[in-house]
């Protein structure tokens, strides 16, 4: 892809970002985590270090992302339990690069992938509810 082509891209996913709604952030926000984790227990099994390291800090920074949009003062209990949830994900993350573990990276896909059928949803009724 030319450096036009990548540049084009990339407005296009600012912009795509900056326009959605805090829910559809939210969900590709997860979804960018699947990939990551996915192409990490790909490199774990495969051997390739740089892409690991490279991957699970990418996952690292949007699990920080998600513990930053956390907002106590609107739902205390709830930012609660996420900030536990996404910190067990942030831990097992770094013990699953510190132990080579794929096992322990599919475990933190299971809880992120229930956690973007869960926004994926609330996205979905959110949007029939403006219609």
Known sequence: MS?????????????????????QILVMIFQATTLRLEAAIQAIET????????????ARTLYGELL??????????????????????????????RERSPEMLRGVMAVNDSLLQGWEEAARRLSEGAA
């Open 47 to 58: 051997g390739e270090t740089k892409t690991l390291h490279t991957k699970l800090h990418e």
């Open 3 to 23: 450096k036009q082509a990548m540049r084009g891209l990339a407005s296009y996913q600012s912009t795509r970002v900056e326009s959605a709604p805090p829910e």
């Open 68 to 97: 930053a949009g956390l907002d106590d003062e609107a739902f205390p209990e709830l930012c609660s339990r996420l900030r536990r949830l996404y910190g067990w994900c942030l831990r097992e993350i770094i013990a699953a690069e």
